[in-house]
């Protein structure tokens, strides 16, 4: 009797490990071909070579240091100084260069900061800073800028 418990007992083992492993071999295929077919990154071209603006990236250059000044106020736990610096990313005047597509993505930012001046606390504050993030990033890609 425990030689059969034995052996049941080990070949159901070995047959849900074997069953488990077929699986992990089929995922890791899936990821392998998913990655392989993924898009390339867009390069820029001649419609979005105006971010080479001199005045248009010293503008986008004051965004990513107010940004940052935000978050560092924000790490500080002082949501008044966040708040001073997102009504400035919600305030200023845009650069004459900045194109019409790219403008949803430059009101969704200005939105985002109104968002920030408005929060009652750090953590709804923290999360539209980081909405921020994302749509600055956003606008990287649609111009094929890279900021690493």
């Not at 920030?116 to 800073?129: F, K, M, S, T, W």
Request: glycine share 4%.
């Amino acid at each position: 009797m425990k030689f059969r418990m034995i052996l049941v007992v080990g070949c159901v083992l070995s047959a849900t490990g074997c069953a488990e492993k077929e699986k992990a071999v089929v995922t890791a295929e899936s990821v392998d071909k998913a990655t392989m077919t993924a898009p390339e990154p867009a390069a820029p071209t001649a419609g979005n070579e105006i971010w080479q603006s001199a005045s248009l990236r010293s503008h986008m250059h004051d965004h990513a240091e107010k940004l940052d000044e935000l978050n560092f106020a924000l790490a500080d736990g002082d949501l008044e100084a966040a708040k001073t610096h997102a009504k400035w990313l919600a305030e200023h005047d845009s650069d004459a260069n900045v194109q019409s597509d790219w403008l949803p993505i430059l009101y969704r930012m200005r939105t985002e900061a109104e968002a920030v001046q408005a929060a009652p606390d750090l953590a709804i504050a923290r999360g539209a800073a980081e909405r921020i993030t994302a749509q600055c990033q956003e606008c990287h890609v649609a111009v094929g800028v890279s900021t690493e």
